[in-house]
């Protein structure tokens, strides 16, 4: 079973415009990351966010944590062709420390 | 600095034949996890180590996979007997530690059971 749940499953967008996907789950966490995957490659670790933030940002991406929801929302600014992948949100549990993914959100950026 | 290597990349097996896959994590990371990844899914986990101890077998189908890491660096994945089912890509990761930090993935193995 996964923990996260993304939203949309899949996402095309006009390189130059803004990505947001979202990311719910279940239980009390410490930390939410967020991962992409090219096709065919392995899972390359984009941001962390801890329990107690709200906001992070690096280079165009900007994530935020809202834990009364239990929800994430991922936003690439000014999307290039490759950003094209699979982005995952992974949840690492309170009382497990298991790191657990969603089934992810598919973006394809359109040149 | 050398990443999470995993091999093979590749393996086409005939059904009920074992196999291994080997993972060498990143030098000084303790924390060493192995997923499994349907097409079209999200990574789901099987074991988790914490050095050379399993923390976290409950996803791990223990009749037919079995796994170990020997001196808390070096782990194997094994299946005996593969079934159809068990074709995926078996992803190795590993990270400092077991909270707050990132992992790293290495490229997986795809299996194929036919």
């Known amino acids: 079973s996964q923990q996260g749940e993304e939203d949309p499953q899949a996402l095309s967008i006009q390189e130059g415009e803004n990505a947001t996907m979202n990311c719910s789950y279940k239980?009390?966490?410490?930390?939410l990351q967020w991962y992409r995957q090219n096709s065919g490659r392995g899972l390359v670790h984009l941001i962390l966010?801890?329990?107690?933030?709200r906001e992070k940002h690096s280079g165009r991406l900007r994530v935020t944590l809202d834990t009364s929801k239990k929800s994430s929302s991922l936003l690439i600014t000014a999307s290039r062709a490759a950003d094209t992948a699979s982005y995952f949100c992974a949840t690492d549990g309170a009382n497990d420390y298991k790191l657990s993914f969603g089934a992810g959100t598919t973006v394809t950026v359109r040149a | 600095e050398a990443g999470v290597v995993q091999s093979p990349r590749y393996k086409i097996i005939e059904k009920k034949q074992p196999v291994a896959f080997w993972c060498n994590p990143i030098?000084?990371?303790?924390?060493l996890y192995w997923y499994l990844q349907n097409l079209g899914q999200g990574p789901e986990l099987l074991i988790r180590y914490e050095n050379e101890e399993a923390v976290d077998d409950s996803q791990l189908p223990k009749d037919r996979f079995s796994a170990e890491r020997l001196k808390g660096v070096d782990s194997t994945l094994k299946i005996q007997p593969a079934e159809l089912g068990d074709s995926a890509v078996y992803l190795c990761a590993s990270s400092l530690g077991f909270a707050n930090t990132e992992a790293f993935f290495g490229q997986g193995t795809r299996l194929t059971v036919v």
């Open positions: 030098s000084g990371h303790n924390t």
């Open positions: 966010i801890r329990s107690n933030e």
């Open positions: 239980t009390s966490i410490n930390n």
